[in-house]
Protein backbone atom coordinates (compact mmCIF):
# COMPACT_ATOMS: atom_id res chain seq x y z
CA UNK A 1 0.00 0.00 0.00
CA UNK A 2 2.07 3.41 -0.88
CA UNK A 3 1.36 5.97 1.95
CA UNK A 4 0.92 9.59 1.25
CA UNK A 5 0.84 12.85 3.71
CA UNK A 6 -1.15 15.74 3.39
CA UNK A 7 -0.67 18.83 4.70
CA UNK A 8 -2.92 22.01 4.25
CA UNK A 9 -4.01 24.19 6.58
CA UNK A 10 -7.67 23.57 5.68
CA UNK A 11 -9.10 20.66 7.15
CA UNK A 12 -11.82 20.29 4.91
CA UNK A 13 -9.80 20.35 2.05
CA UNK A 14 -7.32 17.81 3.72
CA UNK A 15 -9.82 15.51 4.47
CA UNK A 16 -11.43 15.93 0.35
CA UNK A 17 -7.94 14.67 -0.77
CA UNK A 18 -7.33 12.23 1.64
CA UNK A 19 -10.83 10.80 0.97
CA UNK A 20 -9.86 10.90 -2.71
CA UNK A 21 -6.34 9.01 -2.14
CA UNK A 22 -7.81 5.59 0.21
CA UNK A 23 -11.01 5.74 -2.21
CA UNK A 24 -7.60 4.61 -4.77
CA UNK A 25 -6.17 2.44 -1.60
CA UNK A 26 -3.69 4.78 0.06
CA UNK A 27 -2.65 5.15 3.74
CA UNK A 28 -3.22 8.60 4.43
CA UNK A 29 -1.89 10.68 6.98
CA UNK A 30 -3.49 13.84 6.97
CA UNK A 31 -1.90 16.85 9.25
CA UNK A 32 -2.51 20.56 9.45
CA UNK A 33 0.42 21.17 11.79
CA UNK A 34 4.22 22.05 9.92
CA UNK A 35 5.66 20.83 13.22
CA UNK A 36 3.52 16.91 13.16
CA UNK A 37 4.61 17.33 9.52
CA UNK A 38 8.13 17.40 10.02
CA UNK A 39 7.94 14.75 12.34
CA UNK A 40 6.03 12.19 10.24
CA UNK A 41 8.51 12.51 7.10
CA UNK A 42 11.45 12.13 9.97
CA UNK A 43 9.98 9.11 11.54
CA UNK A 44 8.83 7.57 8.04
CA UNK A 45 8.88 9.00 4.65
CA UNK A 46 5.73 8.60 2.49
CA UNK A 47 5.68 7.75 -0.89
CA UNK A 48 3.95 10.73 -1.61
CA UNK A 49 3.24 14.21 -0.31
CA UNK A 50 0.75 16.41 -1.32
CA UNK A 51 1.78 20.22 0.43
CA UNK A 52 -0.10 23.78 0.34
CA UNK A 53 1.72 26.67 -0.30
CA UNK A 54 0.28 28.76 2.16
CA UNK A 55 0.04 27.22 5.57
CA UNK A 56 -0.52 30.18 7.90
CA UNK A 57 2.22 31.33 9.72
CA UNK A 58 4.28 29.20 7.76
CA UNK A 59 4.41 28.50 4.07
CA UNK A 60 5.52 25.68 1.64
CA UNK A 61 8.63 26.94 0.55
CA UNK A 62 9.75 26.39 4.15
CA UNK A 63 8.52 23.04 3.96
CA UNK A 64 10.10 22.53 0.76
CA UNK A 65 13.47 23.43 2.04
CA UNK A 66 12.83 21.12 5.48
CA UNK A 67 12.35 18.11 2.72
CA UNK A 68 15.50 19.01 0.96
CA UNK A 69 17.47 18.96 4.25
CA UNK A 70 16.48 15.48 4.79
CA UNK A 71 17.44 13.91 1.74
CA UNK A 72 13.28 13.18 0.70
CA UNK A 73 13.55 11.17 -2.37
CA UNK A 74 9.80 10.59 -2.73
CA UNK A 75 7.29 12.57 -5.30
CA UNK A 76 5.89 15.96 -3.49
CA UNK A 77 2.49 17.66 -5.33
CA UNK A 78 2.32 20.96 -4.98
CA UNK A 79 -1.48 22.56 -4.41
CA UNK A 80 -2.31 26.36 -3.74
CA UNK A 81 -5.28 28.78 -4.53
CA UNK A 82 -2.41 31.36 -6.13
CA UNK A 83 -1.86 32.44 -9.36
CA UNK A 84 -0.37 30.26 -11.46
CA UNK A 85 3.01 31.81 -11.56
CA UNK A 86 3.44 31.20 -7.69
CA UNK A 87 2.75 27.70 -8.54
CA UNK A 88 5.21 27.93 -11.27
CA UNK A 89 8.08 29.53 -8.99
CA UNK A 90 7.48 27.26 -6.38
CA UNK A 91 8.18 24.12 -8.73
CA UNK A 92 11.58 25.98 -9.81
CA UNK A 93 12.53 26.27 -6.57
CA UNK A 94 11.80 22.62 -5.64
CA UNK A 95 13.65 21.49 -8.82
CA UNK A 96 16.68 23.65 -7.96
CA UNK A 97 16.99 21.95 -4.47
CA UNK A 98 16.53 18.33 -5.97
CA UNK A 99 13.28 16.95 -5.35
CA UNK A 100 10.65 15.18 -7.31
CA UNK A 101 8.25 17.39 -8.10
CA UNK A 102 5.81 15.61 -9.20
CA UNK A 103 2.39 17.79 -10.20
CA UNK A 104 1.04 21.17 -9.17
CA UNK A 105 -2.80 21.55 -8.80
CA UNK A 106 -4.56 24.62 -8.34
CA UNK A 107 -7.15 25.21 -5.73
CA UNK A 108 -10.00 24.72 -5.58
CA UNK A 109 -8.62 20.83 -6.91
CA UNK A 110 -11.08 18.45 -8.99
CA UNK A 111 -11.31 14.64 -8.15
CA UNK A 112 -10.54 14.28 -11.73
CA UNK A 113 -7.45 16.05 -11.16
CA UNK A 114 -6.10 14.56 -7.77
CA UNK A 115 -7.17 11.33 -9.47
CA UNK A 116 -4.81 11.86 -12.27
CA UNK A 117 -1.85 13.07 -10.29
CA UNK A 118 -2.34 10.02 -8.02
CA UNK A 119 -2.34 7.86 -10.30
CA UNK A 120 0.85 9.04 -12.36
CA UNK A 121 2.59 8.44 -9.28
CA UNK A 122 1.51 4.90 -8.64
CA UNK A 123 3.00 4.80 -12.18
CA UNK A 124 6.63 6.30 -11.83
CA UNK A 125 8.20 5.38 -8.73
CA UNK A 126 9.82 7.96 -6.83
CA UNK A 127 13.98 8.54 -6.45
CA UNK A 128 15.04 6.64 -3.65
CA UNK A 129 16.04 8.93 -0.63
CA UNK A 130 19.50 9.47 -0.23
CA UNK A 131 21.22 7.18 3.11
CA UNK A 132 22.54 9.59 5.16
CA UNK A 133 26.36 9.90 5.85
CA UNK A 134 27.77 8.20 9.13
CA UNK A 135 28.94 11.13 11.67
CA UNK A 136 32.76 11.88 10.64
CA UNK A 137 32.19 10.21 7.58
CA UNK A 138 34.40 11.97 4.57
CA UNK A 139 33.97 10.84 1.25
CA UNK A 140 37.10 10.27 -0.65
CA UNK A 141 38.43 13.58 -2.08
CA UNK A 142 39.12 12.94 -6.49
CA UNK A 143 42.31 14.88 -7.53
CA UNK A 144 43.16 15.96 -11.15
CA UNK A 145 45.63 13.12 -11.06
CA UNK A 146 42.94 10.34 -10.20
CA UNK A 147 41.45 11.46 -13.26
CA UNK A 148 44.01 11.08 -15.44
CA UNK A 149 44.60 7.68 -14.00
CA UNK A 150 40.47 6.67 -14.24
CA UNK A 151 41.28 7.37 -18.41
CA UNK A 152 44.29 5.57 -18.56
CA UNK A 153 43.09 2.43 -16.75
CA UNK A 154 39.42 2.00 -18.71
CA UNK A 155 37.89 3.74 -16.25
CA UNK A 156 36.11 5.97 -18.28
CA UNK A 157 33.46 5.52 -21.18
CA UNK A 158 31.36 7.91 -23.18
CA UNK A 159 27.08 6.75 -22.79
CA UNK A 160 25.13 7.92 -25.99
CA UNK A 161 21.88 9.25 -26.11
CA UNK A 162 19.91 9.55 -29.62
CA UNK A 163 18.77 13.26 -30.80
CA UNK A 164 15.63 12.66 -32.73
CA UNK A 165 14.70 14.53 -35.72
CA UNK A 166 11.20 15.81 -35.90
CA UNK A 167 10.55 13.24 -38.70
CA UNK A 168 12.34 10.46 -36.43
CA UNK A 169 15.76 10.42 -38.34
CA UNK A 170 18.11 9.41 -36.05
CA UNK A 171 21.39 11.95 -37.06
CA UNK A 172 22.98 13.04 -34.01
CA UNK A 173 23.74 11.50 -31.07
CA UNK A 174 25.16 13.23 -27.32
CA UNK A 175 28.13 11.89 -26.21
CA UNK A 176 28.25 11.62 -22.20
CA UNK A 177 30.63 10.68 -19.75
CA UNK A 178 30.13 7.91 -17.46
CA UNK A 179 33.30 7.32 -14.71
CA UNK A 180 32.98 3.66 -13.05
CA UNK A 181 35.60 4.04 -9.90
CA UNK A 182 36.22 0.80 -8.30
CA UNK A 183 36.31 2.31 -5.16
CA UNK A 184 33.72 5.43 -5.47
CA UNK A 185 31.56 3.55 -7.87
CA UNK A 186 29.71 5.39 -10.00
CA UNK A 187 30.74 9.31 -10.27
CA UNK A 188 28.53 11.66 -11.94
CA UNK A 189 30.46 14.29 -13.61
CA UNK A 190 29.19 16.86 -11.39
CA UNK A 191 31.62 15.46 -8.79
CA UNK A 192 34.71 15.57 -11.07
CA UNK A 193 34.47 17.64 -14.09
CA UNK A 194 35.15 20.76 -11.75
CA UNK A 195 37.89 18.98 -10.42
CA UNK A 196 39.40 18.45 -14.20
CA UNK A 197 38.55 22.08 -15.09
CA UNK A 198 40.82 23.18 -11.92
CA UNK A 199 44.33 21.83 -14.01
CA UNK A 200 43.75 22.94 -17.87
CA UNK A 201 46.00 20.47 -18.72
CA UNK A 202 43.96 17.37 -17.18
CA UNK A 203 41.01 18.84 -18.57
CA UNK A 204 42.38 19.23 -22.20
CA UNK A 205 43.48 15.66 -21.75
CA UNK A 206 39.78 14.79 -20.97
CA UNK A 207 38.37 16.29 -23.59
CA UNK A 208 40.56 14.96 -26.30
CA UNK A 209 40.30 11.52 -24.94
CA UNK A 210 36.42 12.15 -25.23
CA UNK A 211 36.93 13.44 -28.84
CA UNK A 212 39.42 10.74 -29.81
CA UNK A 213 36.42 8.18 -28.60
CA UNK A 214 33.78 9.74 -29.66
CA UNK A 215 35.86 9.57 -33.50
CA UNK A 216 36.18 5.87 -33.17
CA UNK A 217 32.35 5.33 -32.29
CA UNK A 218 31.43 7.51 -35.23
CA UNK A 219 33.70 5.46 -37.53
CA UNK A 220 32.19 2.42 -36.20
CA UNK A 221 29.02 3.49 -36.96
CA UNK A 222 29.95 4.79 -40.14
CA UNK A 223 31.04 1.35 -41.06
CA UNK A 224 27.89 -0.40 -39.78
CA UNK A 225 25.80 1.74 -42.14
CA UNK A 226 24.75 3.97 -39.37
CA UNK A 227 26.35 7.40 -39.49
CA UNK A 228 25.49 9.11 -36.94
CA UNK A 229 27.15 12.54 -35.87
CA UNK A 230 28.28 12.58 -32.44
CA UNK A 231 28.15 15.61 -30.08
CA UNK A 232 31.26 16.64 -27.60
CA UNK A 233 30.43 19.01 -24.81
CA UNK A 234 33.29 21.39 -24.30
CA UNK A 235 34.87 23.04 -21.60
CA UNK A 236 35.63 26.64 -20.90
CA UNK A 237 39.23 24.89 -20.66
CA UNK A 238 39.34 24.70 -24.09
CA UNK A 239 37.85 27.82 -25.18
CA UNK A 240 40.87 29.38 -23.97
CA UNK A 241 43.40 27.44 -25.68
CA UNK A 242 43.51 29.43 -29.18
CA UNK A 243 45.19 26.04 -30.70
CA UNK A 244 42.42 24.09 -29.50
CA UNK A 245 40.41 24.00 -33.11
CA UNK A 246 43.87 22.90 -34.50
CA UNK A 247 44.32 19.86 -32.18
CA UNK A 248 40.30 19.00 -32.84
CA UNK A 249 40.82 19.30 -36.84
CA UNK A 250 43.99 17.58 -36.64
CA UNK A 251 42.75 14.78 -34.49
CA UNK A 252 39.85 14.49 -36.83
CA UNK A 253 41.66 14.03 -39.68
CA UNK A 254 43.97 11.57 -37.72
CA UNK A 255 41.07 9.18 -37.13
CA UNK A 256 39.38 9.15 -40.88
CA UNK A 257 36.59 11.43 -39.51
CA UNK A 258 34.79 13.65 -42.15
CA UNK A 259 33.53 17.18 -41.65
CA UNK A 260 29.91 16.61 -39.56
CA UNK A 261 31.01 13.66 -37.75
CA UNK A 262 31.98 15.36 -34.50
CA UNK A 263 29.84 17.89 -33.22
CA UNK A 264 30.18 20.48 -30.27
CA UNK A 265 28.00 21.79 -27.66
CA UNK A 266 28.97 24.39 -25.24
CA UNK A 267 26.46 25.84 -22.59
CA UNK A 268 25.84 29.72 -22.50
CA UNK A 269 27.82 30.41 -19.48
CA UNK A 270 30.88 28.67 -20.60
CA UNK A 271 30.69 31.15 -23.37
CA UNK A 272 30.52 33.98 -21.88
CA UNK A 273 33.46 33.61 -19.62
CA UNK A 274 35.66 35.81 -22.11
CA UNK A 275 33.48 36.96 -24.73
CA UNK A 276 36.16 37.78 -27.48
CA UNK A 277 38.81 35.20 -27.21
CA UNK A 278 35.41 32.32 -27.10
CA UNK A 279 34.18 33.74 -29.98
CA UNK A 280 37.41 33.78 -31.80
CA UNK A 281 37.68 30.02 -30.76
CA UNK A 282 34.13 29.18 -31.61
CA UNK A 283 34.56 30.87 -35.10
CA UNK A 284 37.74 29.04 -35.94
CA UNK A 285 35.77 26.08 -35.07
CA UNK A 286 33.17 26.94 -37.73
CA UNK A 287 35.54 27.52 -40.33
CA UNK A 288 37.14 23.70 -40.06
CA UNK A 289 33.82 22.30 -39.85
CA UNK A 290 32.35 21.67 -36.68
CA UNK A 291 28.73 22.21 -35.69
CA UNK A 292 28.58 23.89 -32.59
CA UNK A 293 25.74 23.63 -30.36
CA UNK A 294 24.25 26.31 -27.30
CA UNK A 295 23.22 23.70 -24.81
CA UNK A 296 21.01 24.76 -21.56
CA UNK A 297 19.66 27.98 -24.06
CA UNK A 298 17.54 30.28 -21.39
CA UNK A 299 19.39 29.41 -17.86
CA UNK A 300 21.25 32.03 -17.93
CA UNK A 301 21.58 35.82 -18.23
CA UNK A 302 23.23 36.60 -21.65
CA UNK A 303 21.74 34.04 -23.53
CA UNK A 304 21.07 36.80 -26.19
CA UNK A 305 24.28 38.21 -26.16
CA UNK A 306 26.02 34.95 -26.89
CA UNK A 307 23.81 34.21 -29.94
CA UNK A 308 24.51 37.69 -31.39
CA UNK A 309 28.32 37.44 -30.61
CA UNK A 310 29.15 33.26 -31.34
CA UNK A 311 28.29 31.62 -34.69
CA UNK A 312 26.10 28.70 -33.38
CA UNK A 313 24.48 26.29 -35.47
CA UNK A 314 21.92 24.98 -32.91
CA UNK A 315 19.95 25.79 -30.21
CA UNK A 316 19.27 23.52 -27.75
CA UNK A 317 16.52 24.47 -25.38
CA UNK A 318 16.88 23.91 -21.68
CA UNK A 319 14.84 20.83 -20.19
CA UNK A 320 13.35 23.25 -17.59
CA UNK A 321 11.22 25.18 -20.39
CA UNK A 322 10.66 21.75 -22.49
CA UNK A 323 9.07 19.59 -19.94
CA UNK A 324 6.18 21.73 -18.40
CA UNK A 325 5.18 23.35 -21.65
CA UNK A 326 2.03 21.67 -21.76
CA UNK A 327 0.76 23.21 -18.07
CA UNK A 328 2.32 26.46 -18.40
CA UNK A 329 1.83 28.96 -20.70
CA UNK A 330 4.78 31.06 -20.00
CA UNK A 331 7.06 27.89 -21.09
CA UNK A 332 4.80 26.86 -23.72
CA UNK A 333 5.54 30.73 -24.74
CA UNK A 334 9.08 30.74 -24.16
CA UNK A 335 9.88 27.27 -26.14
CA UNK A 336 7.84 28.67 -29.27
CA UNK A 337 9.40 31.89 -29.55
CA UNK A 338 12.68 30.48 -29.10
CA UNK A 339 12.44 27.78 -31.99
CA UNK A 340 10.93 30.90 -34.01
CA UNK A 341 14.14 32.67 -33.25
CA UNK A 342 16.60 29.59 -34.22
CA UNK A 343 14.93 29.86 -37.51
CA UNK A 344 15.01 33.07 -38.19
CA UNK A 345 18.87 33.19 -37.04
CA UNK A 346 19.08 30.11 -39.41
CA UNK A 347 20.03 27.50 -36.68
CA UNK A 348 18.42 24.71 -35.58
CA UNK A 349 16.63 23.80 -32.61
CA UNK A 350 16.33 20.84 -29.93
CA UNK A 351 14.72 20.67 -27.46
CA UNK A 352 16.13 18.90 -24.44
CA UNK A 353 14.23 16.53 -21.75
CA UNK A 354 11.71 15.29 -23.76
CA UNK A 355 10.14 12.61 -21.49
CA UNK A 356 6.54 11.66 -22.95
CA UNK A 357 4.76 11.21 -26.34
CA UNK A 358 2.29 14.58 -25.55
CA UNK A 359 5.44 17.12 -24.95
CA UNK A 360 6.84 15.81 -28.11
CA UNK A 361 3.94 15.84 -30.13
CA UNK A 362 3.03 19.50 -28.94
CA UNK A 363 7.03 20.18 -29.87
CA UNK A 364 6.99 19.24 -33.25
CA UNK A 365 3.57 21.27 -33.99
CA UNK A 366 5.64 23.89 -32.75
CA UNK A 367 7.79 23.31 -35.14
CA UNK A 368 10.87 22.10 -33.43
CA UNK A 369 13.41 20.59 -35.28
CA UNK A 370 14.99 18.04 -33.14
CA UNK A 371 14.01 16.20 -29.82
CA UNK A 372 16.04 14.58 -26.99
CA UNK A 373 15.37 13.00 -23.91
CA UNK A 374 14.19 9.85 -21.90
CA UNK A 375 10.98 9.51 -23.93
CA UNK A 376 13.33 8.20 -26.62
CA UNK A 377 16.17 6.75 -24.93
CA UNK A 378 18.41 7.09 -21.15
CA UNK A 379 22.19 8.04 -22.42
CA UNK A 380 23.49 4.24 -23.69
CA UNK A 381 26.74 2.11 -23.68
CA UNK A 382 28.22 2.41 -27.27
CA UNK A 383 27.16 -1.43 -27.90
CA UNK A 384 23.35 -0.93 -26.54
CA UNK A 385 23.29 1.98 -28.69
CA UNK A 386 23.83 0.37 -32.02
CA UNK A 387 20.98 -1.94 -30.70
CA UNK A 388 19.01 0.83 -29.90
CA UNK A 389 19.54 2.65 -33.06
CA UNK A 390 19.08 -0.28 -35.66
CA UNK A 391 15.55 -1.06 -33.56
CA UNK A 392 14.75 2.34 -34.22
CA UNK A 393 15.59 2.74 -37.80
CA UNK A 394 13.38 -0.53 -38.79
CA UNK A 395 10.81 0.82 -36.77
CA UNK A 396 7.74 1.51 -39.60
CA UNK A 397 6.92 4.80 -37.35
CA UNK A 398 10.30 5.81 -36.16
CA UNK A 399 8.75 9.00 -34.09
CA UNK A 400 5.99 7.06 -32.47
CA UNK A 401 2.80 8.77 -31.78
CA UNK A 402 4.23 11.87 -32.91
CA UNK A 403 5.02 11.98 -36.54
CA UNK A 404 1.99 12.61 -39.04
CA UNK A 405 0.01 14.04 -35.70
CA UNK A 406 -1.38 17.74 -35.58
Not at 20 to 37: E, I, K, L, N
Not at 39 to 65: N, Y
Request: proline share 5%; charged share 20%.
Amino acid sequence: MMRLVVLDDDAATIEFVAAVARRRGWHVDAVTQPAVFRSLIKVTPPDAILLDLQLGASDGIEQLRFLHSCNYGGNIVLMSGFDARVLASAQEIGDSLGLSIAAVIEKPARISRIEQVLATIEQAPAKPPVAAKPEGARPCAISPHDIDDAVASGQMALHLQPIVSAGGAVERAEALIRWSDPMRGAVLPDGFIAVAESDGAVMDRLTMWVAETAARHYRRLAEAGEPVQICVNISGCNLRDANFPDHLAALRERMSVPWGGIGLEITESVAMHDLDATASVLARLRLKGFAVAMDDFGTGHSSFIALRRMPFSTIKIDKSFVQDLLTSNDSLNIVRSVIQLAHDMHMSSVAEGVENADVARRLVELGIDALQGYYFSEPLPFEQFVTWLKTHRASQDPLPHVAGEG
